[in-house]
């Protein structure tokens, strides 16, 4: 079945490990996104890349990166993970960014948690 | 940040209506959107409005006014599994997508 996967499903990190949220699409989706979700403040924009080989910041970019080397995969990273960003995180796709008519397809989420 | 309202949460007994209400404040303003989220799970997409109007989906309904910056999504003939979060999303001038908090949204039998 066509659609986003992440992984992993979910996590338990020490503050100040490194880690790499994982994505990938299959649709040929040109746009990619990640969003945080916290209870009570809906989901929030971290970074996207509207192409292969293009990124951006979201609302909340801080101590996250991201990369987009082939239009199917848009890994996350923490660099030194802190506990203010335990959340679930989304993945998202859309085919063609700057378009009104865009739709954006969610993946099933990584639920992190960082002590 | 885009400033876009919904209630936090809602209650309404199987086979009613109920209607949940986004207001939204944008700087530009290219579609409102309105996803479904279960409990664990990822959003899906339930509807799109970019002129003033309602679309009708099945039981789902959205409205749309610009001028007032207000949407609502109607949910008709209520189900136990339509018990969920829904999310209503804002495109803004530069066509990025901003969420409101989500109302949740429980199902009585």
């Known amino acids: 079945i066509a659609g986003i996967t992440q992984a992993p499903t979910s996590q338990i990190l020490a503050a100040g490990r490194r880690m790499t949220l994982r994505c990938t699409q299959d649709m040929r989706h040109n746009a990619m996104y990640w969003y945080r979700q916290d209870l009570g403040l809906g989901l929030r924009l971290i970074h996207y890349s509207n192409t292969a080989g293009t990124t951006g910041k979201g609302e909340v970019p801080d101590g996250y990166s991201v990369s987009r080397a082939n239009t199917d995969d848009f890994p996350l990273t923490l660099a030194s993970a802190v506990p203010s960003q335990t959340s679930v995180y989304f993945c998202?796709?859309?085919?063609?960014?700057?378009?009104?008519?865009?739709?954006?397809?969610f993946g099933p989420g990584t639920r992190l948690t960082v002590l | 940040g885009q400033n876009i309202d919904q209630p936090t949460e809602m209650t309404a007994t199987e086979g009613a209506i109920v209607q949940i209400n986004c207001t939204y404040q944008?700087?530009?303003?290219?579609?409102l959107f309105w996803y479904q989220q279960h409990a664990g799970e990822a959003p899906t997409f339930l509807s799109y409005?970019?002129?003033?109007g309602l679309e009708e989906k099945g039981r789902f309904s959205s409205f749309l006014s610009r001028s007032k910056g207000y949407s609502y999504l109607l949910l008709k003939e209520l189900q136990m599994k339509d018990s969920a979060s829904y999310l209503c999303?804002?495109?803004?001038?530069?066509?990025?997508?901003?969420f409101g908090a989500g109302t949740t949204v429980t199902v009585r039998a």
């Open positions: 944008t700087s530009g303003f290219n579609g």
């Open positions: 999303a804002v495109r803004d001038g530069d066509y990025k997508l901003s």
């Open positions: 409005n970019v002129l003033d």
């Open positions: 998202a796709s859309s085919a063609v960014a700057g378009q009104s008519t865009d739709t954006q397809y």
